[in-house]
C-alpha cells in the first residue's frame, strides 16, 4: 500500500492539533463523532470530503439515508420471499416497487465506497479512499452487488430455469440492516429496553414463519396442475370449500392460509385439517418444525431475559442510566459526557476489561498471568533498563490494564499524579504550551514507553498534557505500589532515576526538571543511607545485610558524616562491626566531629570492638588530641585516659596552651590521673607558654603528694633519657622490670643473674630485647613468678620479676 494511502493517519491528528489548536472538546468531537446533533467534519476531513468525496458516517444526511434504506431493506427481506414463491400471481405494481428498491440498493453500494469508518483496532476514523474501498470489497461488496441482480429477467433469459430463481434468496443478506436498526435501539436508553425486546422477537417470528409460509406453497406449486391434489394446498378443503385449483384463487387468500400453515405447524397445535401430503412437504415438515424447536428455546430465552433482567444489554443500559443521571445531576461538561460514555460503550462492544473474569481466580495464578502477559512489554521500558528481574516481576504483577480513546487527555499540566503509566499498544502525545502561547508536540509516545514517571519519582507537578492520538491499551501502576517496591528495591530505584536522566537530557526542554531529578538522586541517596546506619545503630544484622545485598553502598554517611561502622563501634555490635569489615569498609573514615571508628568504640568503652578495629589497622586520628586529653583529664575520666594512651595516643600532645594532660592533672591536684600519664610517657619536662612545668604546676597547687611523684619521675626520666639504644633511640618508656633467663620453679643451682630493662610497648619486643641480652636463641615466651605465661605488655608492672624461658621448654 502507499504511504500516502496509510491506514491509520496519526499523522493527520496531529496535524489536526498543531494547525487548528483544537480544544480537547474539539478534539473529542473530531475523533469520537458521538455527538448526535453537533456533529461537524474537521478542517482536514472537510477537505477530504471536497478532494476525495468521503462520507462521514454520523453526517445528517447520511443518517436520513440509512433511514430510507432501512425501510427498502425492510420491504426486500418480505417481499422476497413471495416473489420467489407468487411469481406468476403477483401484482406488476410489486415488480416496480421492487425495481425502485434495486435502484436504491445500487446507489447505496456507491457510497459504501466513499463511507469512512471506524478501525477496530485504533478506534480511529479511516478517511483515506483506497482502504476504505479495500474495505468493502472484502466485507460485503459481493453480496450486495449480487443482490441488486436483475433475476427475473435472468430467469427468463435462461430458459426459465428454476436454479436461477432460488439465487433471489441472496437479496435476504439486506436482513443484517434491520438487525443492526435493532441493535441500535437495544442501546437507545431513549427507547424502552423491554418494549424494544418484544418488538424484535415479534419481528423475529413473523419473518420465519413468513418465509416458512412461502417455502409451503412453493412446494406446491412445483408439480404440475395435473397433481396438484397431492400436495397440501390442493388437497385441502375446509368445510364445503374446495382448494382443488388453488392456483386461481385470490393471491391474498393463498398466502393466509399458508402463513395459518406454517404458524399451527411451528406452534405444534395442528388441527390436522393441514398436513403434508407427499414426501417432499414431510421433508421441509421435519426440518422445520426441527429449527421450531430451536426458535422456540429462542423466544423464550430473551423473555426470560427480559424477566430477570440478567443480560449483558441490560446491564449495560441501566449502567448507562445510572451514568446519565448523574451526570446531569452534576452538570457534568459535554467533552466528559462523551469520554464516559465513550468507554462504556467500548466496554460493551469489546468486552475488553479482565477484572471480572479472573476475580475468582487466586492470586498466585493471577500473578502467572500478569507475568506472560505484561512481561514483555515492561523488560523493554526505558526507565527499568539494568533493573532485577526480581523488581522487574514486582511491578508486573501489580499491573492494572486500561483503554483509552483516541483524543482523551490522561494528564494535565500542574496536576498531582498518583498513577504510572506504560505503553502497551496504541500512540500518545506529549504536548506543551509553546512561548508564542501556542500547543507544540513535545514527544510521542509509543509502545514500551512511559509516563508520570517525572512527577512520581521526584514529587513535582506533572510538566506536560498527555493526549491519546489512537485507542491505546495501558497498563496502570499506582504510586503507593510503586513507592512499597522501590522501599525493598532501593538499588533498582536509583537505576530508574539515573535512566530517566539520561534518557530524557535531550527532551527536556526545562533545566529546572532535570535539576528536579538531580537532587531527588540525592535524596534517595541520603535516606538510604539513614536506613543503612539506622540498621547499624540498632544492631539488626539482618537488615543490614539485607540492605547491603540489595545495593546500599555501607560507606555511605550521613548528615552528620557518620558511616554505619560509627554507629556500630559506638554501640557495640561486634557482629555488625565485623561484617562491614568484611564488607570492606573504610575503618578510619572521620565524622564531621573529626571522630573515627576507633574513636566512637574507645569513648564509649567497648573494648572489644576497639580491639577488633585496632587488629584491622585502624587508627584514632583525634584532631587538637592535646585539647581532647586535657578536656578529659579535668573530667576526671580515667577509663578514657587509659583507653586513648592504650591505643597510641601520645600523653604529650600540648592544646592551644602548649599546656598537656600532665599539665591539667597537676594543676588540678590529680594525684591518680597524674600517676596514669606518668606510667604511659608523660613528661615532667614539657613547658607551656608560660614556662611552667608539670613539676611547677604541683608545687603551685601545693599537693606534696604530686610533688614527690613528679621529682620521682623527674629522676626516672632523666636516666631513660641517659639510657639509649640502637635498637630503641628515639623512644621513652616509662616502666622498668627484672628479666632472668631461666623458670621461676628451677632449683637455685641453675639459676643465672638477669639485666634490668625498660618496659616496651609490646610484650614481643620485650622478648627481642631480652633474648639479645641474655644471648637466648629459639621462640622464647616470657613468664611470670608464678610460672604464667605474660601475653599483654600492660600486664607488665613496675618493678616486676620477669622469666625468659624457651617456648619448647
Known amino acids: ?31 469520537l463523532s458521538m455527538q448526535s446533533g453537533r456533529r461537524r467534519f474537521s478542517r482536514e476531513n472537510i477537505i477530504n470530503g471536497i478532494q476525495g468525496l468521503i462520507i462521514h458516517p454520523d453526517s445528517r444526511w447520511y443518517r436520513a439515508w440509512t433511514k430510507f434504506i432501512l425501510i427498502w431493506a425492510v420491504y426486500s427481506s418480505f417481499f422476497t420471499p413471495m416473489e420467489f ?14 425495481i425502485v428498491g434495486q435502484i436504491a440498493f445500487l446507489v447505496d453500494i456507491v457510497f459504501q465506497f466513499f463511507l469512512a469508518y471506524r478501525d477496530s483496532q485504533t478506534y480511529l476514523m479511516v478517511y483515506k479512499r483506497t482502504p476504505i474501498a479495500l474495505k468493502y470489497l472484502k466485507s460485503s461488496f459481493v453480496t450486495d452487488f449480487l443482490s441488486c441482480m436483475p433475476w427475473d429477467i435472468i430467469y427468463k433469459a435462461c430458459w426459465k430455469r428454476e436454479e436461477v430463481r432460488c439465487l433471489l434468496w441472496i437479496r435476504l443478506f439486506r436482513v ?25 422477537l415479534i419481528v423475529v417470528e413473523l419473518y420465519c414463519t413468513h418465509t416458512a409460509a412461502c417455502i409451503f406453497y412453493y412446494l406446491a406449486t412445483t408439480l404440475p396442475p395435473t397433481e396438484e391434489g397431492y400436495t397440501w394446498i390442493g388437497s385441502l378443503k375446509l368445510g364445503d370449500y374446495s382448494y382443488s385449483h388453488f392456483r386461481d384463487i385470490d393471491l391474498w387468500k393463498r398466502y393466509t392460509t399458508s402463513l395459518y400453515f406454517a404458524i399451527v405447524t411451528m406452534a405444534t397445535v395442528g388441527y390436522g385439517d393441514i398436513h403434508a401430503v407427499n414426501l417432499r412437504e414431510m421433508i421441509f415438515v421435519m426440518i422445520y418444525v426441527s429449527f421450531d424447536m430451536v426458535l422456540g428455546a429462542y423466544l423464550i430465552g430473551n423473555m426470560t431475559a427480559l424477566i430477570v433482567k440478567g443480560s449483558k444489554t441490560v446491564k449495560f443500559r441501566d449502567k448507562m442510566t445510572d451514568i446519565m443521571k448523574y451526570m446531569n445531576r452534576n452538570r457534568l461538561s459535554r467533552d466528559i459526557r462523551d469520554q464516559i460514555k465513550g468507554h462504556l460503550r467500548l466496554q460493551y462492544e469489546s468486552s475488553y476489561t479482565e477484572a471480572s473474569v479472573l476475580q475468582d481466580i487466586p492470586i498466585s495464578i493471577r500473578a502467572k498471568i500478569s507475568q506472560t502477559l505484561y512481561l514483555p512489554c515492561i523488560q523493554n521500558v526505558a526507565i527499568f533498563k539494568g533493573c532485577s528481574p526480581e523488581f522487574i516481576n514486582q511491578i508486573v504483577i501489580r499491573l492494572h490494564e486500561e483503554f483509552f480513546l483516541p483524543g482523551e487527555v490522561i494528564m494535565e499540566p500542574g496536576n498531582v499524579v498518583d498513577q504510572l503509566y506504560f505503553v502497551s499498544h496504541g500512540v500518545l502525545e506529549e504536548v506543551g504550551i509553546a512561548q508564542d502561547g501556542s500547543e507544540e508536540t513535545i514527544d510521542l509516545l509509543e509502545p514500551n514507553s512511559s509516563f508520570g514517571e517525572i512527577s512520581i519519582l521526584c514529587n513535582i507537578p506533572q510538566p506536560y498534557t498527555v493526549r491519546v492520538c489512537e485507542l491505546c491499551r495501558l497498563l496502570r501502576l499506582d504510586k503507593q505500589s510503586f513507592t512499597n517496591i522501590l ?27 532535570e535539576s528536579d531529578i538531580t537532587f531527588h538522586i540525592g535524596k534517595q541517596e541520603a535516606e538510604l543511607a539513614l ?31 557518620r558511616s554505619p561502622l560509627h554507629l556500630a563501634a559506638s554501640r557495640g555490635f561486634d557482629d555488625i562491626v565485623v561484617f562491614l569489615i568484611q564488607e570492606g569498609v573504610n575503618i578510619d573514615l572521620t565524622d564531621n566531629f573529626g571522630n573515627t571508628p576507633l574513636m566512637e568504640a574507645i569513648k564509649n568503652g567497648n573494648d572489644h570492638v576497639a580491639e577488633l578495629l585496632s587488629k584491622e589497622g585502624a587508627s584514632l586520628k583525634v584532631e587538637n588530641a592535646g585539647s581532647f586529653l586535657c578536656a578529659a583529664v579535668s573530667r576526671g575520666d580515667a577509663d578514657l585516659i587509659k583507653r586513648l594512651l592504650l591505643y597510641g595516643i601520645d600523653p604529650n600532645t600540648k592544646d592551644y596552651d602548649f599546656r598537656t594532660p600532665l599539665h591539667i592533672a597537676a594543676s588540678a591536684g590529680l594525684t591518680l590521673m597524674a600517676k596514669l600519664l606518668l606510667e604511659y610517657g608523660g613528661s615532667v619536662f614539657s613547658k607551656d607558654r608560660w614556662g611552667n612545668t608539670p613539676l611547677d604546676e604541683a608545687r603551685i597547687c601545693g599537693n606534696k603528694n604530686l610533688v614527690k611523684l613528679f621529682e620521682e619521675a623527674k629522676d626516672s626520666q632523666l636516666l631513660e633519657s641517659s639510657y639509649s639504644s640502637k635498637k630503641f633511640s628515639g623512644r621513652k618508656y616509662s616502666k622498668k622490670c627484672t628479666v632472668f633467663p631461666f623458670h621461676p620453679w628451677d632449683p637455685e643451682e641453675n639459676r643465672k643473674p638477669g639485666i634490668v630493662l625498660w618496659v616496651p610497648f609490646t610484650i614481643e619486643e620485650l622478648i627481642k630485647v631480652s633474648s639479645d641480652q641474655l644471648l637466648v636463641s629459639g621462640e622464647c615466651c616470657i613468664l611470670s613468678e608464678d610460672g604464667g605465661k605474660i601475653l599483654d605488655i600492660h600486664m607488665v608492672d613496675e618493678g616486676q620479676k620477669l622469666y625468659l624461658v624457651p617456648e619448647t621448654g
Open 531 to 561: 536506613k543503612v546506619n539506622s540498621a547499624a545503630y540498632h544492631g539488626d544484622l539482618y537488615q543490614l545485610k539485607g540492605l547491603v545485598r540489595a545495593g546500599a553502598d555501607p560507606n555511605k554517611t550521613d548528615y552528620d558524616g
Open 176 to 200: 443484517r440492516k434491520v438487525t443492526d436498526f435493532f441493535q441500535r435501539m437495544e442501546k437507545d436508553i431513549r427507547i424502552n429496553y423491554m418494549f424494544t425486546r418484544i418488538v424484535k
Open 1 to 31: 500500500m502507499d504511504s500516502n494511502e496509510e491506514k491509520y493517519n496519526v499523522e493527520t491528528v496531529r496535524e489536526r492539533i498543531a494547525s487548528s489548536r483544537a480544544s480537547r472538546l474539539d478534539l473529542v468531537q473530531k475523533e
Open 85 to 98: 414463491a407468487f411469481f406468476r400471481g403477483l401484482p406488476d405494481n410489486l415488480f416496480i416497487l421492487d
Open 487 to 513: 522501599d525493598i528495591y532501593f538499588y533498582d530505584g536509583r537505576k530508574i532515576l539515573n535512566n530517566l536522566l539520561e534518557g530524557r537530557e535531550t527532551s527536556l526542554r526545562i533545566k529546572q526538571m
